[in-house]
């Protein structure tokens, strides 16, 4: 029998605020453990939460980008649970009323493909403290300075039916976030995490299988690999006749397996309730117009023009698009040289090799866009050869100089007058056919004539021994 995987996603994304969602203290990553704390944070009796309004606004963000129904009214609730790195004993998160609902985004599938996903919803909550267990002894560590920083939760509906279109939904998620700028998108860190529901049906059923949600992948290798090993153990339990159980299972990267994390399965009855300390959150058309307005062009729409406008194919013009430095400094390169293919092959060949072997990112590039322009029109002028482009532009990264130091300093003056001989040697061939015809025959005399050329038309500058190797080569047809 065949089967059809059925993949929906809940994505939690931090946002990149300066201060927690509820209090002032610093949501920065990798401080000392609990320097980022007050009474509020640390859930102390008496305090109130204050929502931080540059949360909203990003939220708002998301909810414009992906299509999202954005409620004028929303609600906070408290999320009853008892864990210690909770110190509330709740969380705040929102729950019947979320602040954004019925979106889409569209994933690329394949050169002009693309594929609707639905965003069920998007809420705010705040994040939980972390755990830190001794390895050597019985005794465990609380760190509170995550406790309450913002959080997105963007939950999908259940429309992948691969692995891999699970793959291209995060990448998309994440892009769209990262352009926004209101996450890092830092999956080790832990700033763009992902859980996984996942179950299978016989090909052509409507009902959906029992699914189980998949927790602990922390980059999109392991997504993939978690999701493919679920559907295929689940597809193995459905054949010898078996039932798939509802549960949560992790990911375990080392054995490449998912397991059961058993013990927390009953643990779903949260008891939500709207929050008393908070006042529901309202939305005006007006607030929602400013921030229309403040939008960045986003991947998917950079994608399509860049392809319509400069003619590239559509997997350069997502190599180029995958950020928005990155794009820009393609951009930036087209303004100064006319051909947008030429920068894209050295953008994701020269430039994006040093800087991927360097673990640099393209606002760390030492050359300039301007001067891989320069360079660029170089080559094209035949003042350099290719083999010299490629040295120049990795002396250029390597000591941020101009293309024009570089060549002075390293006397490939000499090499470029190499190029320049070539076209004029190639000229004057184009000029003379009979008479490069007849040296073909064997009228080799014919070389002094095409030497006085040379001479002529470089009005003595070239080097004769040069020129004469190089005639000989381009006359034999090497
Ligand atoms: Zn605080």
Redesign the pocket.
Known sequence: MKYQPVIGLEVHAQLRTKS?IF???SASFGADPNTH??P??LGMPGVLPVLNKQVVEFALKLALATHCRIASQSVFARKNYFYPDLPKGYQISQYESPLASAGYLEIPLGEEITKRIGITRIHMEEDAGKLVHDETRPLSYVDFNRT?VPLLEIVSEPDMRSPEEAVAYLKELREILVYLEICDGNMEEGSFRCDANVSVRPLGQGELGTRTELKNMNSFRNVQRAISYEIQRQIGILEEGGKVIQETRLWDEHRQITFSMRGKEEAHDYRYFPDPDLVPVEIHEQWLEKLRQELPELPAAKRKRFVLQYGLRPYDAELLTSSRALADYFEACVKEFHDPRQVANWISGEVLGLLNRDGRSIQECPVQPQQLARMLGLLEQGSISRRIAQSLFEEMYMTGKTPEEVLMEKGWATVSDQGSLYSVIEEILREHPKEVEAFRQGKSKLLAFFMGQVMRKTQGQADPKLAQRLLEQKLKGE
């Open positions: 927690k209090c002032g203290c704390t007050c509020v944070c309450g």
